[in-house]
């Protein structure tokens, strides 16, 4: 059974930085992707950030520069720098593996940015 922990959320201000953190384990062999999404209150899942696993990487255009995705195929975790955080960030966050098949999610981790 595949299970992925998300970690690393919390309350910021304004202009701060949280590092998201994703753990997966058990039959996740094989994964090609890993990537960040959100979803804020009363909007739709997006994707956030995504890495493959060989060396791409993208970004939706409402973080780049501020964010950056990392990871380890060989050990299941994938993170999120977030930098210069703002309002619009706030949302659940949630990692996501993927391989031919098959998509692995976390159960979210909760991102408020606020003042």
């Known amino acids: 059974q595949v299970q992925l922990v998300e970690s690393g959320g919390g309350l910021v201000q304004p202009g701060g930085s949280l590092r998201l953190s994703c753990a997966a384990s058990g039959n996740i062999f094989s994964s090609n992707v890993m990537a960040w999404y959100r979803q804020a209150p009363g909007k739709e899942r997006e994707s956030v950030a995504a890495m493959t696993r060989y060396g791409s990487t993208n970004y939706v255009d409402s973080v780049k520069g501020r964010f950056t995705i990392s990871g380890d195929f060989a050990k299941n975790m994938v993170y999120l720098q977030m930098s210069g955080l703002k309002p619009e960030d706030t949302a659940v966050y949630y990692c996501?593996?993927?391989?031919?098949?098959?998509?692995?999610w976390g159960k979210g981790t909760l991102v408020t940015v606020s003042s």
């Open positions: 996501k593996f993927g391989r031919v098949g098959a998509n692995y």
